[in-house]
Structures are given as structure tokens and as C-alpha cells.
């Protein structure tokens, strides 16, 4: 277990062995941070969340209440990730076995997930496993993410499809500007 003595724990949060939670980050009340999971600095894990085992989550990262990362995920850093999101990790699910037998562990696939720098993912919105999200992507609430999404693109709807292209700062970008910042940074589809 490596906590930092500058993170924060509400008393009510289960945080198993093994955690690593940087420093500055809070985790609120009835959270649920599953064994080997780590989180980084300056995070905030709202009520209720639900980080699951050995999932990674970076520096800056604001997940809402009750969301759930589950199992297959990671998350770099500067992401959000909105109320009551599901990350799935199966993408097949069953509960038993064709004969009602109990699963094992080797009786399911876990699909791996990532969600890159400043990404953002909207309030109730489900992302299916094995999908890459781009850095700096916005994600509209209640969309379901069955495809990668590019870098800086706003997808929305069910399935989720490209619908415009985003700035850094959240923004719609018009021709190649952004109406907030101006110029777009370097590494936007846009740039010019
Ligand atoms: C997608 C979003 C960023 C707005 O995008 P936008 O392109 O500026 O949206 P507009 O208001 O111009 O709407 C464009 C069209 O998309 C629709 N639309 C907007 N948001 C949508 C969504 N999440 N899902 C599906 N359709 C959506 C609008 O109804 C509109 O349709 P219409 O042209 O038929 O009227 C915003 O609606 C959203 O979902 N933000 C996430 C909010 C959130 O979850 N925050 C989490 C913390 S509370
Ligand atoms: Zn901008």
C-alpha cells in the first residue's frame, strides 16, 4: 500500500491493499478502490466510484460519482470521466458457464481500454470494451463508444460517431480556430 501522506481518504471509502494514490488526491465518500489499482496525483474520485483491480489512473484526473472503471482500463492524464459512466470489460458477457457451470478466471476476455491525455466522457455514457479514446476527445453524455475515437474529436450519440472537432479547452473548433483560444495547438487535425 502507498498512499501519500498528502492524499486524502474519506473515512467511508474502501481502499484494498496494495492502492497507490499520489499525492494530492482525494477519494470521497463510499468509493471503492480495488487491490493493486493506482491512481495519481492531484485526482479526484467522487462518491461512490468504483475503481477496479490493477486499473491505472494518471495525474490529474477527475472521475465523478459512480462511475465505473472496471478491470482493462487506463486512463493518462487530465481525464474526466462523468457521472455514473460504465467502462465494460466484456465484451460477451455471460454468468455461467453453457452447462450453468461457474466461470473461472480464464473463462472470459477482458478488453483493453484506453482513454488518453485530457479526454473527456460525458455524464451516463457507456464505453464498450477494447476502445482507444484520443487525447483531448470529448465524449457527449449518454453515448455509447463501440469504435475508437480520434484525437480532439467530439463524438456523440448511440453508437457514438464523430459529430465536430473540439479544442483543448472544450470548445467546437470553425475554421481550423478555436472561438475561446484562437490558434489550436500543434498536434489538433485542424492546425494549420
Ligand atoms: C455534445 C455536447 C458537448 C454538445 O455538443 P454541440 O455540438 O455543441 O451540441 P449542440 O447543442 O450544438 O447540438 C447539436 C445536435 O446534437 C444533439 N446533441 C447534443 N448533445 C447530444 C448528446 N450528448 N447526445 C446526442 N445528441 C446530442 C442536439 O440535440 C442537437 O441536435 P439537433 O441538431 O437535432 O437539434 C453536449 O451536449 C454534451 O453532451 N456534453 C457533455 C455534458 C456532460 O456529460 N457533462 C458531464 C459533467 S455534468
Ligand atoms: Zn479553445
Known sequence: M????????HDSALVESAVTI??????????H??????????????????????????????????????????????????????????????????????????DWEVGLTTVNSGAAIGANSTIVAG???????????????TRDVAPYSLAIGNPARHHAWVCRCGRKVEDARCERCGDLPSDHPLYQ
Open 2 to 9: 502507498s498512499i501519500d501522506e498528502k492524499a486524502f481518504v
Open 22 to 31: 499520489g499525492a494530492d488526491s482525494k477519494i470521497w465518500h463510499d468509493a
Open 33 to 106: 478502490v480495488r487491490t493493486r489499482a493506482t491512481i495519481g496525483a492531484r485526482c479526484v474520485i467522487g462518491k461512490g466510484v468504483f475503481i477496479d483491480f490493477d486499473v491505472v489512473v494518471g495525474d490529474d484526473c477527475k472521475i465523478q460519482n459512480y462511475a465505473c472503471v472496471y478491470h482493462g482500463v487506463t486512463l493518462a492524464r487530465g481525464v474526466f470521466v462523468g457521472p455514473h459512466v460504465v467502462f465494460t470489460n466484456d465484451l460477451r458477457p455471460r454468468a455461467t458457464n453453457p452447462d450453468f457451470g461457474l466461470l473461472g478466471d480464464g
Open 131 to 145: 476502445v482507444n479514446i484520443g487525447a483531448w476527445a470529448m465524449i457527449g453524455a449518454g453515448a455509447v463508444v
